[in-house]
């Protein structure tokens, strides 16, 4: 057993659906070449405190299909310390970890890439509903959060019709208008408030204005968390305005994080999983695995880190196109 290549696996940050099918397939692909699998509990923060259990491959049945991830995750405030760093590699020394494999967004791939640095074999799996992360066209998640979006949407519509009114929908993301753009088209938004792309209240109001005056039986406006205005004061405010329609507001929130996995997602994150074993099979690492065209690639987690993802602006204008 000794001498076995020992792999270590955790789940980190904001959890996002797929990321138990990722593990699953970490687990069984490094079963399948004749590792051991050590499972590090709460992220980067059972890293440091050296939360560690062995996996097997019954320790991942059933799990493909759930939401959240069976890992536990956390926000690491020790970790973001070169001290923590420093722990969680004594640690991993302490447990025999030859590699680590790390699923999380931006935030956990800046952590992966700091240890690399420090010389631990790393691989990232990004998993987050943001989408936030440079080089993946999407990340494991992130298709499961825009279905739970259009549900909730789809259903918000039926009764913002019903009342003619205008409906104001707050989606997550953080600093990122990604789930925002791709709510506005798929579920039919007269307009998008992204944190890049910033626009007035004013504007928002001259939209669901122009809906009504088209003879629009409802307004939809989807506003990203990060967009630099709340969405209750947002309502309150185009309420004011008389801009035809009357307003109502949600806040979707953690909804956004959970449920069973798409299989688009179910799909990603078994790829992910396998390719990040095949990686430390073939001796590569500090790589990202990232979804380029049809194939998962590895990307290196230095270019990850230091660049941003971009919302691209060609979607955002073609929701106000779509909604005529
Ligand atoms: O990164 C995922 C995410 O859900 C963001 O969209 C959101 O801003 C954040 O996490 C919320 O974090 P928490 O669950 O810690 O409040």
């Known amino acids: ?36 699998v ?88 990004p998993g987050s509903i943001d989408n936030d992360i440079w080089g993946t066209n999407i990340a494991v998640g992130t298709d499961t959060a825009m279905n739970t979006i259009m549900d909730a949407v789809d259903k918000l519509r039926d009764t913002a019709s019903s009342h003619q009114r205008a409906f104001l ?7 990122s208008g990604y789930l925002a753009v791709m709510a506005g088209i798929i579920c039919g938004a007269e307009i998008v408030l992204i944190p890049e792309h910033p626009i007035t209240v004013d ?33 309150l405010r185009i309420d004011e305005m008389d801009v035809g329609f009357k307003t109502r507001m949600t806040i979707l929130g953690h909804i956004q994080r959970g449920g ?4 688009y997602d179910r799909l990603l994150a078994s790829r992910m999983g396998v390719k990040a074993v095949e990686a430390l099979v073939e001796g590569t690492h500090g790589m990202m695995t990232g979804l380029k065209g049809k194939g998962v690639e590895f990307i290196p987690l230095v270019d990850v880190v230091s660049n941003k993802r971009k919302v691209n602006m060609e979607y955002y204008h073609m929701v106000k196109v779509l909604s005529r």
């Open 38 to 125: 050590i499972g590090v509990m709460h992220g980067y923060e059972g890293l440091v405190n050296g939360e560690f259990r062995p996996l097997g491959a019954r320790d991942v049945g059933g799990i493909l299909q759930r939401g959240g991830t069976v890992l536990l995750t956390s926000r690491s405030k020790r970790f973001v310390e070169s001290a923590g760093q420093r722990d969680a590699i004594r640690k991993m020394n302490e447990a025999g970890m030859d590699a680590l494999i790390v699923i999380g967004g931006e935030g956990s791939m800046n952590g992966a890439y700091a240890l690399s640095q420090k010389g631990v074999k790393v691989i990232g799996i």
């Open 203 to 235: 504007e928002v109001a001259a939209a669901v204005e122009d809906a009504y005056q088209r003879g629009k039986t409802h307004a939809i406006i989807i506003n990203a968390e990060g967009s630099g205005i709340r969405t209750t004061e947002l309502a």
């Open 1 to 36: 057993m000794a001498d076995k290549f020992t792999v270590g696996i955790l789940t980190s940050g904001g959890d996002a659906p797929g990321m138990n099918a990722a593990i699953r397939a970490v687990v069984r692909t490094a079963l399948a070449n004749n590792m051991n």
């Open 169 to 175: 929908i707050e989606t997550m993301g953080r600093n």
């Open 260 to 263: 069973s996995p798409t299989a």
